[in-house]
């Protein structure tokens, strides 16, 4: 599997550890982990064209991984933030 496809698994498996954290409250560590996600998001595309392994695959799993996070996010909002 190309790096950049471990980075985009690597966002898909932070989402549930996100979760986790967030379902306790902790606010302040779900940014952090949007943060490691909005990283891993950035690099795997570079990386991928960098490194000449852009495929059809690692492309989907990327959209997952970013429609993924994007619904969680919104749900994380309204979980620890309502007022928003």
């Known amino acids: 599997m190309p790096a950049a496809d471990y980075l985009s698994f690597l966002r898909l498996l932070l989402v549930p550890l996100i979760w986790l ?40 799993l990327d959209a997952i991984a970013d429609i993924v996070l994007l619904v969680s996010a919104a749900a994380w909002l309204q979980l620890l933030h309502p007022e928003i």
């Open 21 to 60: 954290v967030a379902l306790q409250g902790q606010s302040r560590l779900v940014g952090i982990g949007l943060i490691a996600a909005g990283v891993t998001d950035a690099l795997d595309g570079y990386l991928a064209r960098r490194l000449g392994q852009v495929s059809t695959r690692g492309a989907r």
